[in-house]
């Protein structure tokens, strides 16, 4: 943009009421700002493939392009924040996001286990970090999760799968000691999974109120009926008969609509006479 | 909140002004609406696991907390589009934001893959879904990610490669036969990159404009001189004469200083008088 003319140091002068909002690879500052990056480029050097998928296992990529849409997010976030302050004082603010960045602030725990307590986090499969039992389970027919939380979701797991035992074992007393005995407690447990199927053990889980669910893969997650009632799949007429679904907006606001329906991609140049008469040209 | 008498209802009737932000699993309307969720509850649910990590292998979820995270900046998007909202009009709002939700909403290409195509996504390892090359391969010492985005940036690669042959392989003329013929592709690169280290190839790449770079891990990730230059690690004094080091703020605006420091956690209750004198108690 600043090759084209079209940087903040000019724009501002001409229009000084312009928010102006950048997201690059690396930023608009530092050693590497001019270097090029795409999604997996800063997935690879923020460390989150590191900390992703099987251990021994090749290297994985999150399954989202979270280098793209945790930069996209967090603009938007500084966009509204840089319209609330020149709503407030008058004054147009620069936001500069860096994709890799983002990665960073996106890391949260796996940071401070490392600069605390000095270890580097490496692949965990399903599991959580600090968590145990929290993470994926294998059943007669597939795979469950169970993420009992704390002591209490932890008791209450042991009576649902009938092994009241389990609570009382003094291996398994606090989380801290669960997480040191987790090969052993992931044995157990699915020693009593693997007799019924994951719906079996769902409803199970449920009533007993412990926090769980399946692993859906992408039809079955945009078929739970919680996404029509949430309107989480919207339609977009394709312009040529047809109809797209897209994800809807998570963002559900009581002064807003939320409409079931988009308006198509416009075609090349069809809003040209009405973005020229907005920008007075 | 609702249970405790500070539902949105209540609340909005005696605070006209208060803008009122819920982020829960499943949000507050549908089937749903009372189950209890945790991050990996909906990440298993809103199917990111399913097209996370390697083909095969027991599932994998998203190395950083993406089901808590993503509902996060989707809430702070809204409350700040909230406050633009009461500035310009005067009326408050209350935000709804469902994690299941926000994990379809990013999901991009992989809802579309399915809607449009009827073909279930599944896991790719690292390998991105509709480029080719555009993944990790392995090198003499690890692995290392080349990122060639278009026909411009194959052509870049296959020439720094000393393969300028496999440019104008037919195989491999469009993205679409690359992803093709990515099996063979694949194995013809890393026939080339086991003769050196991930730092020459990244050398090597760099030097001919090719997106790419390394699978760090968190301490590589932080000790990068990138980090520092953009001050992506903070200090925050612990209260006990030591330091913690936490991840700066990616959000970097003109108007905004972007502090070094942080102020440590609040003891219980530390701020008491002060909350109180702010909200006339």
Redesign the interface.
């Known amino acids: 943009m600043e090759k084209l003319g079209y940087g ?1 140091d000019t724009l501002h002068k001409k229009y000084p009421k312009l928010i102006y909002a950048a997201a690059s690879g ?2 608009h ?4 700002s001019k ?20 251990e021994g ?10 280098g793209d ?3 996209g ?2 603009t ?3 966009v ?6 020149r ?2 004082t008058g ?1 147009a ?6 994709m ?17 307590e000095g270890e ?9 970090p600090t968590i145990t039992p ?3 389970f ?1 059943t007669a027919d597939g ?1 469950i ?1 169970i ?1 009992a ?1 704390n002591d209490g979701l932890f008791i209450k797991t042991c009576e649902a799968l009938g092994r009241s035992d389990m609570a009382t074992d003094p291996d398994y007393k606090t989380n801290a000691l669960r997480q040191k005995h987790h090969g052993k407690l992931e044995r157990e447990i699915e020693q009593v999974l693997k007799d019924h199927t994951t719906a079996h053990w769902l409803d199970v889980l ?1 009533k007993a ?1 412990v ?12 078929e ?4 029509a ?2 309107n ?2 919207v339609e977009v007429p394709d312009g040529s008969g047809g109809t ?13 609509e939320d409409p079931k329906t988009r308006r198509p991609a416009p075609d090349l140049d069809s809003d040209r006479d009405a973005i020229l008469s907005y920008i007075g040209g």
Chains 1, 2 share one sequence.
């Open positions: 903040w690396f930023g500052t530092g050693p590497n270097d090029p990056a795409y999604d997996m480029v800063v997935q690879g050097m923020g460390g989150v493939m590191s900390i992703t998928g099987n296992q090749p290297p994985a990529r999150v399954g989202m392009s979270i849409i945790g930069a997010l967090f938007a976030v500084a509204n924040a840089a319209l609330v302050h709503l407030k004054e603010t620069k936001v500069d996001i860096g890799f960045d983002c990665q960073i602030a996106l890391l949260e725990n796996a940071v401070m286990r490392y600069t605390v580097i986090p490496g692949p965990l499969g399903a599991r959580h929290f993470q994926a294998r795979a999760i993420a939380g449920a109120g926090p769980g669910g399946p692993i859906n893969n992408i039809k079955q997650a945009l739970h009926p919680q996404i009632a949430r989480m799949l797209l679904k897209l994800a809807g907006n998570p963002i559900k606001m009581s002064a807003f």
